[in-house]
């Protein structure tokens, strides 16, 4: 009987006010707040440059504060049993579909980043909504017992698509809507101060995951041409490291809805003529690449595009009224 009080999830992070137990003030936690540093985690995890630069801190409170925090976040080495142990902890999130979750070993993981991309219609927001729902349920059910967080840059997060797939679960609608919390982000700035907030908010009750429907758009339009590449690149490089930083920091999912674009270099009878835009840089930042593509009729296919742990693989799921569903025959 003892695996019933095991299924309880412990929040992995420490909030700052455990600080004023080792002599910081409340005013000095106060301005860590404001900078965006919400958890003994994010301390430890920040340059003592970056810490410095927070308005009111000076250079020997970063350094006490350093040395508090090393006494209360692990960072040096562990063996790779120990690590073992640590990723088997890990919850999965379920799609909805059984042969998707098979794929994926059991689902969308949390505490890392994945990626997904593929042509318009491919399922990509469809797959956003279904996890906000199915992150809500118990462990046993594919879910991990949490609330959600929807940064949307298209403008097509759809609450009532979120009631059916609640529905479908057996959810209470009203509480599982209450559960997401959603933003509208305008420009690529403003999708990075929300990051922010978002921080703020999973400080203060238990997330599982946070979706960003599409991280890529708004850096697509915001800067054009070769002349501000660099400029893109370098910023949309400072919004994934947040986002690494916030799936290890809270332990949440994070997944990314990423674009494509067309290879026009005349192979379009190429088996796939698309690359998700974005170059290394995503690719260096998300853990696990979904590629999805349309099969036959509301039949999609989704391939492991790279993965440390995944093989290359294709599974087949279908779109619902209700979110992701089990491919037809």
């Not at 491919?122 to 118990?138: E, I, N």
């Not at 009631?163 to 479908?168: G, L, M, P, Q, S």
């Not at 067309?262 to 796939?272: C, E, I, R």
Request: net charge negative; charged share 25%; aromatic share 6%.
């Amino acid at each position: 009987e003892g695996s019933q009080e095991d299924d309880t999830i412990q929040v992995s992070y420490q909030t700052l006010d455990t600080l004023q137990e080792h002599g910081i003030a409340v005013n000095d936690i106060q301005k860590l707040n404001d900078a965006g540093y919400h958890t003994v985690e994010s301390i430890a995890h920040a340059t003592a440059r970056k810490l410095a630069d927070v308005k009111g801190i000076s250079e020997a409170k970063v350094m006490k504060l350093k040395d508090i925090v090393k006494q209360m976040v692990p960072m040096d080495f562990m063996t790779a049993a120990d690590a073992l142990q640590d990723r088997e902890s890990l919850v999965q999130l379920s799609t909805g579909s059984v042969e998707l979750d098979k794929l994926l070993e059991g689902g969308i993981e949390t505490g890392s980043i994945t990626e997904v991309f593929g042509e318009f219609r491919t399922g990509k927001t469809q797959l956003c909504h279904t996890l906000c729902v199915t992150c809500q349920m118990g462990i046993p059910d594919g879910g991990a017992e949490g609330k959600a967080i929807y940064i949307d840059t298209e403008g097509s997060f759809r609450p009532a698509r979120l009631k059916a797939i609640a529905e479908r679960f057996g959810m209470d609608p009203a509480v599982a809507l209450e559960n997401v919390a959603y933003a509208r982000a305008h420009n690529s700035e403003h999708q990075m101060e929300l990051l922010k907030m978002a921080a703020a908010i999973m400080s203060q009750d238990r997330y599982a995951l946070m979706v960003v429907d599409s991280a890529t758009a708004l850096y697509r339009t915001d800067y054009i041409g070769r002349a501000e590449l660099s400029e893109r690149q370098m910023q949309m490089a400072q919004f994934l490291r947040q986002l690494t930083r916030l799936a290890e920091e809270f332990g949440v999912a994070i997944f990314i809805t990423n674009q494509v674009t067309a290879n026009p270099n005349g192979m379009s009878f190429a088996k796939d003529s698309t690359n998700p835009i974005g170059g290394n840089i995503i690719a260096h930042a998300s853990t696990t690449r979904l590629r999805l593509r349309k099969g036959r009729g509301e039949n999609r296919i989704c391939t492991v595009f790279d993965s440390p742990t995944l093989p290359e693989a294709d599974a087949q799921f279908a779109l619902g009224p209700a979110g992701i569903c089990d491919a037809a025959e």
